[in-house]
C-alpha cells in the first residue's frame, strides 16, 4: 500500500523543524564559499514567457504551493532564469509564503508574464540556494588515519591523503539562524530542506543536502577515515527521518517525499557497528531499520510467479506514485512530456510518464537503458523519445531484491549479535531466502552467466547487460554455477577483464552509449566498489588459476560468454588513440589496446603466481585511482613535491587555469583525464561517494597501487576542438555542451 497523503502531509508539516543543535566544537570550522545563481532572462526581458499546458495535479505528498506542482513553478521553470531547475527549488523565500504567493499573483493575472517580470519576481522574493546549511569543524579529525600505512607509493598515498581532508569540506550541519522554521502555512519564510539533526556529509555540487544511497559509499570512506561519530549522525538523520516520514527520502528536501532510493540503511548500520563495535545504537536502530523494511514490503513488493519454474516469489520493484513533474527537474520532465516534435500525450499518459520519470530517479539510476522499451529511439543527441519509453515499474530490478536480501541477512546476524529477539531473526532469515530464491529463478540466466532484470510486461527476462549483474555476489548471492567452476566464474566478470584491456578507464553501467548518463561511456565509482566486493566474494577455489588468454587473433571480447552482453564487438564504444585522433581497431588482438605484458595500462605490476581474480581487483583497484587521480589532476589538483601543476598551456584544455582539482561523480570508460558526461545536468564536482571509495580502495588494495601514468592533454588538444553535445541540449535547460575529452570542467562547485 502507499503511504496515505494525509499522514505524510502531516509528517511534512512537523518533521522538517531541527530539534535544537548540540554545542558546537572549540574547532575551527573551514570556510565554505557558497555560490549562489543570479535569475538572468532565457530571451529579452520583454517577451512573454512561453505559452504552458495545462497543470499537473497538486501532489498531496508535496503541500508547497510555490516549490510544488502549480502555476508558480511551472512558470518560472519556462522562463528558465537558471541553468538547473534545482536552483530554484532550493531557494528558501525571502518574504512570507502568502507575500510570495500573492507578489506572484500580482505578475500572472492579466497580461501575460514576460521574462523580466519573473527575473524581478526571482530578485525581490527568493535569497540563496544552500544557506540554509552551514560547514562544521571535524573536531575528531586525524590527519593520519591508520590505512595510510596500507599504501605503499608514496604519491597514491598522499592523494589518498589528500581526498582524505576533502571530508572537512563537505560536512555540514543545519545553519539554524537561516531556517524557515514553520512549514508552509506562515513564518518569515518558506523553504524546502528538511533540517537535519546532526552534521552529515553532502556529495557536492548541486547535491547540497544529505542523500540516502550515496551516504553507503560516503560512510565506508569516513569508517576508513575513522569518523565514526559522522558515520553516527548519518545514522541518526536516517532514523529521525524514518520516525517522521516512515522511510528514508531520496535526499533532504520535501519535493523527495514521494520516493525512495536503493535501501542500504541497515547495510550502512552493520559496518558501522562492525567498524566501531558500537553496539548501543541499536537500541533505537534496530526497530527502525524494521520499519523501513516493512515500508520496503509494504509499498514496493508484488507477487511475481516464475514463467521457468511455476514458483511464486514476493518481490520489490521501484514504484512511485507521482503525476506531476519532479520539482527539482520540472523543466527537464515538462519538455519530456510535452515535446513538441513528438506525438501528444493524454493527460493519463502524460501522468503515466511522470511516475515513470519519478520511479527512475528512486532507482537511483537516472536514467538507464535498463530502464525503456526502446533505449536507442531518438538517438543519443534527443532522449525524450527514449525516455518517454521507461517502464520501471514493470521491472524486478536485479539491484533492489539484491540489497534487500543482504538488508535481511544482516539484520538477522545483528538480532543474532545482541542475543534477543530470535523469532525476529529467524523471520528475516526467511524473508532474505526467499528473495534468494526468487533472484536465482527469475534473474539468473546460467547460459549467459550473468542476471537481468525481470520484465513483467513481456514475462521474461530482459537482454540488456549492466553493472547491475553484480550487485547480487556484492550482496552474497553467489549462483552455483559461478561457485562450483572457475571457467564460469571467470566468464561471470569477462566484460570487466575486456574493458580493462580495451579501455583506458574502468567499468561502464551499460555498453550502450544512448545519451544517458547511466549509460556508456560513463563508470561510476559505486559499481567500481560493487565489482571489486563481487570478486572478493568468490571463492578460493575458483580464483586461484591464472586470467585466461584470448585465442589467437582474438581479442579480450571472445573470452565473454556467448550473448551475455547483447552487443556485437563492432558496436562496442570506441577507445581513442591518443595523438591520432583516431579510435582503436574493433577486433582483433589490436582492439586490447591497453593490454602489457601481465597486465593492463594503468593496472598495477603482474605478480607471479597471481590468480585472475586477484589479477582483475589488482588492475580495476589502480584504474580506478588513475581515474580519480588523473582527472583532479587534470583540472589543477598537485601535490608539493610529488605532482607538480600542470602549466598553463595544459590546464588550458580543462578550463581550469584557476582550478585545484575536481574529484567528479562519474568518469569516462575511455578517458581518464575526463569526467562522464550525459543526462539532465551538468557534471559535478566534490563528490562524496567518488572520495568514499577512493579511500576504500587505498585501504584495501594499498600494497599494490603505483602511481598512474595520465595521458598528455596537450596531445588531446587537436581533438578537443570538435564537441560532443549533451543528449538533452536540443529540449532541456540543464543540458551543456560536453567536450569530448574535457568533458565540462566549468561551472562546478566552489567549496
Known amino acids: 500500500m502507499q503511504l496515505t497523503a494525509a499522514v505524510l502531509a502531516s509528517a511534512l508539516l512537523q518533521g522538517v523543524r531541527a530539534l535544537p543543535q548540540g554545542p558546537l566544537s572549540s574547532a575551527t570550522a573551514p570556510s565554505i564559499t557558497l555560490s549562489t545563481a543570479v535569475a538572468s532572462p532565457s530571451a529579452p526581458l520583454s517577451s512573454p514567457v512561453p505559452s504552458q499546458v495545462p497543470l499537473p495535479p497538486t501532489q498531496a505528498w508535496c503541500p508547497s504551493r510555490i516549490f510544488c506542482a502549480g502555476s508558480l513553478i511551472q512558470t518560472v521553470n519556462l522562463a528558465r532564469p537558471y541553468a538547473d531547475p534545482k536552483t530554484f527549488v532550493d531557494k528558501p523565500t525571502s518574504k512570507s509564503s502568502q507575500q510570495v504567493l500573492s507578489d506572484f499573483s500580482s505578475i500572472s493575472n492579466g497580461s501575460a508574464v514576460t521574462e523580466g517580470d519573473i527575473v524581478k519576481f526571482l530578485d525581490n522574493d527568493f535569497s540563496g540556494e544552500g544557506l540554509e546549511l552551514e560547514a562544521v569543524a571535524l573536531a575528531n579529525f586525524n590527519a593520519q588515519p591508520a590505512f595510510l600505512q596500507n599504501v605503499s607509493d608514496p604519491l597514491v598515498k598522499a592523494f589518498s591523503q589528500t581526498v582524505h581532508g576533502y571530508w572537512e569540506q563537505l560536512i555540514r550541519q543545519t545553519n539554524s539562524s537561516a531556517l524557515c522554521p514553520e512549514g508552509t502555512e506562515s513564518g518569515k519564510c518558506e523553504s524546502t530542506l528538511i533540517p537535519l ?28 577515515s575513522e569518523l565514526f561519530d ?100 520540472y523543466l527537464q520532465d515538462y519538455l519530456t512530456a510535452n515535446d513538441p516534435s513528438l506525438p501528444a500525450l493524454s493527460d493519463d499518459e502524460r501522468a503515466n510518464l511522470y511516475a515513470e520519470l519519478a520511479s527512475g530517479a528512486e532507482t537511483g539510476w537516472d536514467y538507464s537503458s535498463r ?21 520501471i515499474r514493470q521491472l524486478i530490478p536485479v539491484c533492489l531484491n539484491s540489497i534487500l536480501y543482504k538488508a535481511h541477512s544482516l539484520l538477522a546476524d545483528l538480532y543474532d549479535a545482541q542475543n534477543e529477539d530470535a523469532s525476529s531473526a529467524a523471520a528475516h532469515r526467511s524473508t532474505a531466502a526467499s528473495l534468494r530464491a526468487g533472484i536465482l529463478d527469475l534473474l539468473w540466466d546460467s547460459s549467459k552467466l550473468a542476471f537481468y532484470d525481470f520484465n513483467l510486461t513481456s514475462n521474461a527476462r530482459n537482454s540488456i547487460f549492466t553493472a547491475a549483474t553484480f550487485y547480487p555476489l556484492w550482496n552474497g548471492i553467489i549462483p552455483d554455477e559461478v561457485a562450483s567452476s572457475s571457467d564460469n566464474a571467470f566468464g561471470y566478470f569477462a566484460a570487466v577483464n575486456m574493458v580493462l584491456n580495451r579501455y583506458n578507464g574502468t567499468m561502464p553501467v551499460t555498453f550502450l552509449e544512448t545519451g544517458q548518463q547511466w549509460d556508456a561511456p560513463n563508470a561510476w565509482p559505486p559499481h567500481q566498489y560493487i565489482i571489486l566486493e563481487a570478486l572478493r566474494a568468490l571463492p578460493t577455489n575458483v580464483t586461484s588459476a591464472a586470467l585466461p588468454t584470448p585465442p589467437s587473433g582474438k581479442s579480450s571480447f571472445d573470452l565473454i560468454p556467448s550473448g551475455q552482453i547483447g552487443v556485437d564487438e563492432s558496436a562496442l564504444p570506441g577507445q581513442l588513440i591518443i595523438g591520432s585522433g583516431k579510435n582503436a581497431t574493433k577486433s582483433g588482438p589490436e582492439a586490447d589496446v591497453s593490454k602489457r605484458n601481465g597486465t593492463v595500462f594503468n593496472g598495477g605490476n603482474a605478480t607471479d603466481g597471481e590468480g585472475w581474480a586477484a589479477t582483475l581487483q589488482r588492475e580495476l583497484a589502480n584504474r580506478y585511482v588513475a581515474s580519480t587521480l588523473c582527472s583532479w589532476h587534470a583540472t589543477g589538483g598537485e601535490i608539493p613535491n610529488l605532482l607538480p601543476r600542470l602549466s598553463s598551456k595544459e590546464l588550458n584544455v580543462t578550463q581550469s587555469q584557476n582550478n585545484t582539482g575536481n574529484m567528479f561523480e562519474k568518469f569516462s570508460i575511455s578517458d581518464i583525464d575526463s569526467a562522464g558526461r550525459g543526462g539532465e545536468y551538468t557534471v559535478q564536482a566534490g563528490f562524496g561517494w567518488t572520495n568514499g571509495v577512493l579511500l576504500w580502495v587505498a585501504s584495501n588494495y594499498g600494497d599494490v597501487l603505483v602511481a598512474p601514468s595520465c595521458p598528455d592533454l596537450l596531445a588531446q588538444a587537436p581533438t578537443t ?30 567549496f
Open 197 to 224: 539533526n546532526h552534521t552529515f556529509v553532502v556529495p557536492g555540487g548541486r547535491f547540497r543536502e544529505q542523500y540516502y544511497w550515496d551516504s553507503f559509499w560516503i560512510v565506508e570512506g569516513l569508517i576508513k
Open 230 to 329: 559522522i558515520v553516527n549522525d548519518t545514522l541518526q538523520n536516517f532514523m529521525d527521518e524514518i520516525e517522521n516520514f516512515g522511510f528514508i527520502p531520496n535526499g533532504g528536501r520535501i519535493y523527495y517525499l514521494d520516493r525512495s532510493q536503493p535501501p542500504l540503511f541497515v547495510h550502512m548500520l552493520a559496518d558501522y557497528v562492525a567498524a566501531s563495535n558500537d553496539t548501543s545504537i541499536l537500541k533505537r536502530a534496530l526497530p527502525l531499520a524494521e520499519a523501513e523494511l516493512k515500508w520496503w514490503t509494504d509499498n514496493r513488493t508484488l507477487q511475481v510467479k516464475s514463467p521457468f519454474t511455476n514458483q511464486t516469489y514476493a518481490m520489490a520493484h521501484y514504484a512511485v506514485n507521482n503525476t506531476a513533474p519532479r520539482p527539482e527537474s
Open 371 to 391: 530502464w525503456m522499451k526502446d533505449p536507442l529511439a531518438g538517438g543519443s543527441n534527443n532522449t525524450n523519445p527514449a525516455l518517454r519509453t521507461l517502464n
Open 721 to 750: 576542438s570538435t564537441t560532443k553535445t549533451n543528449a538533452a541540449t536540443s529540449a532541456k535547460a540543464a543540458s551543456v555542451s560536453l567536450v569530448l575529452l574535457s568533458a565540462a570542467f566549468v561551472a562546478l562547485l566552489n
